[in-house]
């Protein structure tokens, strides 16, 4: 009977460890493709507006939001786990936090852009005032 529990917990063991194997990959190849998606669809609108700022921006506002959307399911799940006053289901409450969360990191990734912005226009015209002037030619 011992043999017989022995060989279970192996093939339990090795079921499990193949899940997980199976689930890592999974999780790899999702994030791949997100980040493939975000990156290319990024260059493509940088490629449609003529504009390298345009992608850029892009890129920060998908990735603002991709990085929201857990940050904003966690808040509110904890914040249903401490206070027990919201009364719905927990998808609702984890859909409504997620959206929370997206509309956070679009403002944080536009935030972010305008920063950018003003930093590139100052270095920009900073640059411009130091180059050196050609002299008339008289």
């Known amino acids: 009977m011992q043999i017989l529990s ?13 899940g997980i194997v199976l689930g890592a990959v999974a ?15 990024s260059v ?3 490629v449609w507006r003529g504009k ?3 992608g850029l921006r892009a890129f920060l506002l998908q990735c603002g939001i991709l990085a929201g959307i857990p940050a904003g399911m966690l808040c509110a799940w904890a914040a249903t786990s401490i206070w027990e006053q919201i009364n719905g289901t927990l998808v ?7 959206l929370a969360g997206a509309l956070g990191g679009a403002v944080i990734a536009l935030m972010f852009d305008f920063l950018a912005a003003r930093v ?3 270095l ?3 640059l411009d005032s130091a180059k050196p002037r050609e002299l008339p030619r008289g």
């Open 52 to 54: 390298a700022q345009a």
């Open 124 to 126: 920009a015209a900073r």
């Open 44 to 46: 493509m609108i940088g």
């Open 120 to 122: 590139h226009g100052w």
């Open 92 to 98: 609702i409450v984890l859909a409504a936090g997620g």
């Open 27 to 41: 999780v790899v190849l999702t994030v791949v493709l997100v980040v493939a998606g975000v990156v290319s669809s």
């Open 6 to 18: 022995l060989l279970a917990l192996a093939i339990m063991l090795v079921l499990v460890g193949v």
